[in-house]
T-cell receptor, first 114, second 114 residues
């Protein structure tokens, strides 16, 4: 039972570099999300997707891009890394629309931009 | 979504019940109360949710007051592994693209000690 898998677990970037955070889920969930968590703070929604080919902005989308070409994968792209993007990134997924907002989270990617 | 207020931190002795309060005085009739927890360096984990009736599952019990303005998460026999940040979240079931837009505040740091 893999659930939601994120790679890499840790990464250090230089300012201006780009990278893609990978997220894949094997539960056939339609809904997928990217959150970031700054030290000592709660999670903030970056982007989300309600199905393959459909994405939308969350609370803090600036500086990020996403794509959803398959149900399983939902990569997050940072084009020009900035120190303000130093954070822990969590990917999550959930099943079809229902009253149960039960999100399944990955173990996170810790990113430092120096 | 309604705003929630939780104590910053709480302590509990191992084997005793942990009672975590949450105030959500502006909750509306179609908003659910969700609880998640985040163990250090891991992604958040769903615990339980409810609308107006008390709920119980294998992890915890959720007590919602009759006026729904507050709730309490109960861990009946806390263990050291229950040490985590606990998030109380109130969210509306509106269908469409609202799913997963959970607002994680700063939560309550629960420390279970021997």
């Amino acid at each position: 039972n893999a659930g939601v898998t994120q790679t890499p677990k840790f990464r250090i970037l230089k300012i201006g570099q780009s990278m893609t955070l990978q997220c894949t889920q094997d539960m056939n969930h339609n809904y997928m999300y990217w959150y970031r968590q700054d030290p000592g703070m709660g999670l903030k929604l970056i982007y989300y997707s309600v199905g393959a080919g459909i994405t939308d902005k969350g609370e803090v989308p600036n500086g990020y891009n996403v794509s959803r070409s398959t149900t399983e994968d939902f990569p997050l792209r940072l084009e020009l890394a900035a120190p303000s993007q130093t954070s822990v990134y969590f990917c999550a997924s959930s099943y079809l629309p229902s009253t149960n907002e039960k999100l399944f989270f990955g173990s996170g990617t810790q990113l430092s931009v120096l | 979504d309604a705003k929630t207020t939780q104590p910053t931190s709480m302590d509990c002795a191992e084997g005793r019940a942990a009672n975590l309060p949450c105030n959500h005085s502006t909750i509306s009739g179609n908003e659910y109360v969700y609880w998640y927890r985040q163990i250090h360096s891991q992604g958040p984990q769903y615990i339980i949710h409810g609308l107006k009736n008390n709920e119980t599952n294998e992890m915890a019990s959720l007590i919602i007051t009759e006026d729904r303005k507050s709730s309490t998460l109960i861990l009946p026999h806390a263990t050291l592994r229950d040490t985590a940040v606990y998030y109380c979240i109130v969210t509306r079931f509106t269908g469409g693209t609202s799913y997963g837009k959970l607002t994680f505040g700063q939560g309550t740091i629960l420390t279970v000690h021997p």
